[in-house]
Protein backbone atom coordinates (compact mmCIF):
# COMPACT_ATOMS: atom_id res chain seq x y z
CA UNK A 1 0.00 0.00 0.00
CA UNK A 2 1.67 3.32 -1.10
CA UNK A 3 1.66 6.41 1.31
CA UNK A 4 -0.65 7.50 -1.05
CA UNK A 5 -3.24 5.11 -0.57
CA UNK A 6 -2.36 4.82 3.08
CA UNK A 7 -2.63 8.27 4.41
CA UNK A 8 -6.40 8.75 3.70
CA UNK A 9 -6.79 5.29 5.39
CA UNK A 10 -5.56 6.53 8.57
CA UNK A 11 -7.08 9.69 8.66
CA UNK A 12 -10.46 7.46 8.30
CA UNK A 13 -9.66 5.18 11.34
CA UNK A 14 -8.80 7.74 13.10
CA UNK A 15 -11.92 9.49 12.17
CA UNK A 16 -14.50 6.38 13.60
CA UNK A 17 -14.45 6.05 16.88
CA UNK A 18 -16.74 2.83 18.69
CA UNK A 19 -19.41 4.26 21.21
CA UNK A 20 -18.51 2.97 24.10
CA UNK A 21 -20.87 1.04 26.42
CA UNK A 22 -21.23 3.65 29.12
CA UNK A 23 -21.79 7.04 27.11
CA UNK A 24 -24.56 7.81 28.85
CA UNK A 25 -22.93 7.32 32.33
CA UNK A 26 -20.04 9.96 30.81
CA UNK A 27 -22.89 12.43 29.80
CA UNK A 28 -24.33 12.39 33.40
CA UNK A 29 -21.07 12.80 35.14
CA UNK A 30 -20.16 15.93 32.74
CA UNK A 31 -23.33 17.31 33.75
CA UNK A 32 -23.12 16.92 37.20
CA UNK A 33 -19.98 18.67 37.05
CA UNK A 34 -21.75 21.14 35.41
CA UNK A 35 -24.01 21.69 37.26
CA UNK A 36 -21.76 21.61 40.55
CA UNK A 37 -19.29 24.60 39.02
CA UNK A 38 -22.54 26.65 37.79
CA UNK A 39 -23.90 26.17 41.84
CA UNK A 40 -20.40 27.56 42.73
CA UNK A 41 -19.88 30.70 40.16
CA UNK A 42 -23.43 31.46 41.34
CA UNK A 43 -22.18 31.44 44.57
CA UNK A 44 -19.23 32.98 43.91
CA UNK A 45 -20.57 36.32 42.08
CA UNK A 46 -23.62 36.78 44.33
CA UNK A 47 -21.09 37.06 46.74
CA UNK A 48 -18.80 39.16 45.49
CA UNK A 49 -22.14 41.53 44.38
CA UNK A 50 -23.18 41.54 47.77
CA UNK A 51 -19.79 42.64 49.18
CA UNK A 52 -19.60 45.25 46.08
CA UNK A 53 -23.17 46.09 47.03
CA UNK A 54 -22.68 46.77 50.52
CA UNK A 55 -18.90 48.70 50.53
CA UNK A 56 -21.27 51.01 47.54
CA UNK A 57 -23.67 51.47 50.06
CA UNK A 58 -20.81 52.26 52.86
CA UNK A 59 -19.53 54.46 50.57
CA UNK A 60 -22.41 56.33 49.88
CA UNK A 61 -22.86 56.65 53.03
CA UNK A 62 -19.88 57.95 54.16
CA UNK A 63 -19.35 60.31 50.87
CA UNK A 64 -18.85 64.07 51.34
CA UNK A 65 -19.31 66.77 49.06
CA UNK A 66 -17.49 69.77 49.23
CA UNK A 67 -18.48 72.82 49.90
CA UNK A 68 -17.00 74.60 47.45
CA UNK A 69 -17.33 75.12 43.62
CA UNK A 70 -21.03 74.30 44.25
CA UNK A 71 -22.63 73.82 41.24
CA UNK A 72 -26.46 72.35 40.07
CA UNK A 73 -24.21 69.21 39.22
CA UNK A 74 -22.82 68.37 42.70
CA UNK A 75 -26.51 69.64 44.34
CA UNK A 76 -27.67 67.40 42.05
CA UNK A 77 -25.34 64.29 43.26
CA UNK A 78 -25.46 65.15 46.66
CA UNK A 79 -29.91 65.48 46.27
CA UNK A 80 -29.39 61.83 45.14
CA UNK A 81 -26.92 60.56 47.62
CA UNK A 82 -29.10 61.92 50.02
CA UNK A 83 -31.81 59.78 48.62
CA UNK A 84 -30.15 56.64 48.46
CA UNK A 85 -29.26 57.30 51.70
CA UNK A 86 -32.86 56.94 52.99
CA UNK A 87 -33.31 54.15 51.44
CA UNK A 88 -30.77 52.41 52.47
CA UNK A 89 -31.70 53.71 55.60
CA UNK A 90 -35.08 52.60 55.45
CA UNK A 91 -34.15 49.07 53.70
CA UNK A 92 -31.94 48.26 57.38
CA UNK A 93 -35.05 49.69 58.97
CA UNK A 94 -37.37 47.04 57.19
CA UNK A 95 -35.21 44.42 57.67
CA UNK A 96 -35.39 45.03 61.76
CA UNK A 97 -31.72 46.17 62.04
CA UNK A 98 -32.64 50.79 61.87
CA UNK A 99 -30.38 50.96 65.15
CA UNK A 100 -27.74 49.88 62.61
CA UNK A 101 -25.43 52.75 61.69
CA UNK A 102 -22.84 52.36 59.43
CA UNK A 103 -21.39 55.80 60.73
CA UNK A 104 -20.30 54.94 64.54
CA UNK A 105 -17.60 52.52 65.98
CA UNK A 106 -20.14 49.39 66.66
CA UNK A 107 -21.72 49.95 63.41
CA UNK A 108 -18.43 49.85 61.26
CA UNK A 109 -17.08 46.84 63.28
CA UNK A 110 -20.19 45.07 62.64
CA UNK A 111 -19.72 45.86 59.33
CA UNK A 112 -16.12 44.37 58.95
CA UNK A 113 -16.96 41.46 60.91
CA UNK A 114 -19.44 40.44 58.46
CA UNK A 115 -16.67 41.61 55.11
CA UNK A 116 -14.64 39.54 56.44
CA UNK A 117 -16.91 36.58 56.71
CA UNK A 118 -17.70 36.78 52.83
CA UNK A 119 -14.25 37.46 52.14
CA UNK A 120 -13.69 33.94 54.06
CA UNK A 121 -16.74 32.27 53.02
CA UNK A 122 -15.75 33.69 49.31
CA UNK A 123 -12.06 31.93 49.75
CA UNK A 124 -13.36 28.69 50.86
CA UNK A 125 -15.57 28.39 47.66
CA UNK A 126 -12.35 29.65 45.35
CA UNK A 127 -10.29 26.95 47.09
CA UNK A 128 -13.11 24.32 46.41
CA UNK A 129 -13.66 25.61 42.52
CA UNK A 130 -9.92 25.41 41.91
CA UNK A 131 -9.75 21.78 43.59
CA UNK A 132 -12.34 21.13 41.05
CA UNK A 133 -10.73 22.43 38.17
CA UNK B 1 -35.72 22.65 23.77
CA UNK B 2 -36.52 18.90 24.11
CA UNK B 3 -33.95 16.50 22.89
CA UNK B 4 -35.42 15.09 19.67
CA UNK B 5 -35.08 18.97 18.48
CA UNK B 6 -31.34 18.63 19.82
CA UNK B 7 -30.63 16.10 18.08
CA UNK B 8 -31.38 18.27 14.60
CA UNK B 9 -29.28 20.87 15.35
CA UNK B 10 -25.65 21.48 14.29
CA UNK B 11 -22.93 21.17 16.04
CA UNK B 12 -21.85 25.14 15.29
CA UNK B 13 -25.27 25.61 16.27
CA UNK B 14 -25.38 23.94 19.36
CA UNK B 15 -21.95 25.70 20.56
CA UNK B 16 -23.49 29.18 19.73
CA UNK B 17 -26.03 28.38 22.12
CA UNK B 18 -23.96 26.77 25.15
CA UNK B 19 -21.51 29.68 24.87
CA UNK B 20 -24.73 31.80 26.05
CA UNK B 21 -24.95 29.18 28.72
CA UNK B 22 -26.99 26.75 27.63
CA UNK B 23 -26.27 23.22 29.30
CA UNK B 24 -27.96 20.95 27.84
CA UNK B 25 -27.15 22.16 24.30
CA UNK B 26 -23.86 21.67 25.03
CA UNK B 27 -24.79 18.05 26.93
CA UNK B 28 -26.12 17.20 23.60
CA UNK B 29 -22.30 17.79 22.34
CA UNK B 30 -21.04 16.41 24.94
CA UNK B 31 -23.34 12.87 23.95
CA UNK B 32 -22.21 12.86 20.47
CA UNK B 33 -18.25 13.41 20.31
CA UNK B 34 -17.76 11.78 24.20
CA UNK B 35 -17.00 8.86 22.85
CA UNK B 36 -14.81 10.07 20.23
CA UNK B 37 -12.53 12.34 22.70
CA UNK B 38 -12.49 9.17 25.33
CA UNK B 39 -11.23 7.19 22.39
CA UNK B 40 -8.70 9.45 21.36
CA UNK B 41 -7.39 9.58 24.59
CA UNK B 42 -7.54 5.46 24.93
CA UNK B 43 -5.27 5.57 21.59
CA UNK B 44 -3.14 7.89 22.83
CA UNK B 45 -2.20 5.87 25.52
CA UNK B 46 -4.36 6.78 28.37
CA UNK B 47 -6.08 4.23 30.63
CA UNK B 48 -10.15 4.44 30.76
CA UNK B 49 -9.69 5.69 33.97
CA UNK B 50 -7.20 8.61 32.82
CA UNK B 51 -9.07 8.69 29.77
CA UNK B 52 -12.23 9.40 31.22
CA UNK B 53 -10.99 11.97 33.59
CA UNK B 54 -9.19 14.10 30.99
CA UNK B 55 -12.33 13.76 28.63
CA UNK B 56 -14.43 15.29 31.38
CA UNK B 57 -12.03 17.89 32.21
CA UNK B 58 -11.91 18.55 28.35
CA UNK B 59 -15.68 19.01 27.85
CA UNK B 60 -15.57 21.40 31.41
CA UNK B 61 -13.36 23.17 29.96
CA UNK B 62 -14.55 23.55 26.63
CA UNK B 63 -18.07 24.68 28.21
CA UNK B 64 -16.54 27.81 29.43
CA UNK B 65 -14.21 28.20 26.32
CA UNK B 66 -17.68 27.53 24.00
CA UNK B 67 -17.58 30.88 22.86
CA UNK B 68 -13.97 30.75 20.89
CA UNK B 69 -15.18 28.24 18.84
CA UNK B 70 -16.58 29.98 16.00
CA UNK B 71 -17.08 27.14 13.66
CA UNK B 72 -13.59 26.83 12.04
CA UNK B 73 -12.68 23.23 11.60
CA UNK B 74 -15.13 20.68 13.62
CA UNK B 75 -16.37 21.00 17.05
CA UNK B 76 -14.73 17.48 17.43
CA UNK B 77 -11.53 18.81 16.24
CA UNK B 78 -11.67 21.90 18.86
CA UNK B 79 -12.47 19.47 21.92
CA UNK B 80 -9.94 16.94 20.91
CA UNK B 81 -7.16 19.61 20.75
CA UNK B 82 -8.19 20.86 24.25
CA UNK B 83 -8.47 16.51 25.48
CA UNK B 84 -5.20 16.18 24.07
CA UNK B 85 -3.47 18.94 25.84
CA UNK B 86 -4.79 18.34 28.67
CA UNK B 87 -3.89 14.60 28.26
CA UNK B 88 -0.12 15.94 27.62
CA UNK B 89 -0.21 18.50 30.80
CA UNK B 90 -1.16 15.51 32.84
CA UNK B 91 1.37 12.96 31.31
CA UNK B 92 4.26 16.01 32.03
CA UNK B 93 3.30 16.46 35.47
CA UNK B 94 3.81 12.59 35.95
CA UNK B 95 6.51 12.46 34.23
CA UNK B 96 5.40 9.15 32.23
CA UNK B 97 7.86 10.01 29.31
CA UNK B 98 10.76 8.97 31.16
CA UNK B 99 10.93 5.10 30.20
CA UNK B 100 9.57 4.31 26.91
CA UNK B 101 8.92 0.55 26.75
CA UNK B 102 8.44 -1.02 23.05
CA UNK B 103 5.17 -2.53 23.06
CA UNK B 104 5.68 -6.65 22.64
CA UNK B 105 4.40 -7.60 19.11
CA UNK B 106 3.50 -10.92 20.75
CA UNK B 107 1.17 -8.61 22.46
CA UNK B 108 -0.80 -8.10 19.22
CA UNK B 109 -4.16 -9.50 18.69
CA UNK B 110 -5.25 -10.74 15.22
CA UNK B 111 -9.10 -12.14 15.32
CA UNK B 112 -9.81 -15.36 13.08
CA UNK B 113 -10.82 -13.53 10.61
CA UNK B 114 -7.67 -11.52 10.15
CA UNK B 115 -8.94 -8.54 11.23
CA UNK B 116 -6.72 -6.02 13.31
CA UNK B 117 -8.17 -2.71 14.21
CA UNK B 118 -6.71 0.62 14.62
CA UNK B 119 -6.57 0.58 18.24
CA UNK B 120 -4.70 -2.79 18.33
CA UNK B 121 -2.38 -1.52 15.75
CA UNK B 122 -1.53 1.36 17.97
CA UNK B 123 -0.39 -0.85 20.56
CA UNK B 124 2.48 -1.98 18.45
CA UNK B 125 3.86 1.56 19.02
CA UNK B 126 6.01 3.28 21.77
CA UNK B 127 4.29 5.83 23.38
CA UNK B 128 5.84 8.68 22.04
CA UNK B 129 4.93 7.37 18.82
CA UNK B 130 1.55 6.96 19.77
CA UNK B 131 0.87 9.96 21.37
CA UNK B 132 2.42 12.03 18.14
CA UNK B 133 0.28 9.90 15.45
CA UNK B 134 -2.73 10.76 18.08
CA UNK B 135 -2.49 13.94 18.08
CA UNK B 136 -1.50 14.21 14.51
CA UNK B 137 -3.95 11.99 13.18
CA UNK B 138 -6.61 11.97 15.70
CA UNK B 139 -7.05 15.34 17.10
CA UNK B 140 -5.30 16.86 13.54
CA UNK B 141 -2.78 19.29 15.39
CA UNK B 142 0.15 20.09 13.18
CA UNK B 143 3.70 18.81 13.43
CA UNK B 144 4.76 22.31 14.77
CA UNK B 145 1.47 22.00 16.83
CA UNK B 146 2.84 19.05 18.24
CA UNK B 147 6.19 20.02 18.84
CA UNK B 148 5.10 22.90 21.37
CA UNK B 149 2.84 20.80 22.93
CA UNK B 150 5.03 17.97 23.78
CA UNK B 151 8.31 20.22 24.05
CA UNK B 152 9.59 18.39 21.88
CA UNK B 153 11.85 19.20 18.83
CA UNK B 154 9.97 19.36 15.72
CA UNK B 155 12.44 17.24 13.40
CA UNK B 156 11.61 14.82 16.50
CA UNK B 157 8.50 14.72 16.62
CA UNK B 158 8.47 14.35 12.54
CA UNK B 159 10.51 11.39 12.90
CA UNK B 160 7.70 9.90 15.69
CA UNK B 161 5.08 10.30 13.24
CA UNK B 162 6.78 8.85 10.17
CA UNK B 163 8.08 5.27 12.23
CA UNK B 164 4.58 5.37 14.18
CA UNK B 165 2.79 5.55 10.73
CA UNK B 166 5.47 3.18 8.65
CA UNK B 167 4.43 0.75 12.02
CA UNK B 168 0.77 1.02 11.44
CA UNK B 169 1.03 0.56 7.63
CA UNK B 170 2.79 -2.75 8.54
CA UNK B 171 0.37 -3.94 10.87
CA UNK B 172 -2.83 -2.57 9.12
CA UNK B 173 -2.14 -2.75 5.00
CA UNK B 174 -2.39 -7.18 5.77
CA UNK B 175 -5.99 -6.88 7.31
CA UNK B 176 -7.24 -3.98 5.04
CA UNK B 177 -6.27 -5.98 2.06
CA UNK B 178 -7.67 -8.94 3.53
CA UNK B 179 -10.72 -6.77 3.60
CA UNK B 180 -11.25 -6.82 7.48
CA UNK B 181 -14.70 -6.55 9.36
CA UNK B 182 -15.21 -3.09 11.22
CA UNK B 183 -17.15 -2.88 14.33
CA UNK B 184 -16.87 1.45 14.05
CA UNK B 185 -19.22 3.76 13.82
CA UNK B 186 -18.61 7.15 12.26
Known amino acids: MSADEFDPMIERLFAQSPRLADEALFLATVQASMEKRSR ?37 VR ?39 LVAVLAAGLVKLSQDV | MRPSLLRDLHDVELA ?57 GTFAGWIKKIAARLYLKRVAREARYV ?15 GFMDLDEAMKTLNETERVCVSLCHGAGMSHPEIAAAMNLPLG ?25 RSTHVG
Request: aromatic share 6%.
Open chain 1, 40 to 76: WRTLALTGAGLVGGVLAVREGVNFNFSADGETTLTQG
Open chain 1, 79 to 117: TAAATAQGAAQSGLEGLGVGSFDLMDGSGMMAFWIVAGA
Open chain 2, 16 to 72: AQAAAGGRREYGELVRRHGSAVRGLLRRMGAAPSLADDVAQDAFLQGFQRCSEFRGQ
Open chain 2, 99 to 113: AEVEADEADVVVDHA
Open chain 2, 156 to 180: TVKSHVKRGLDKLRARLQPAQASGG
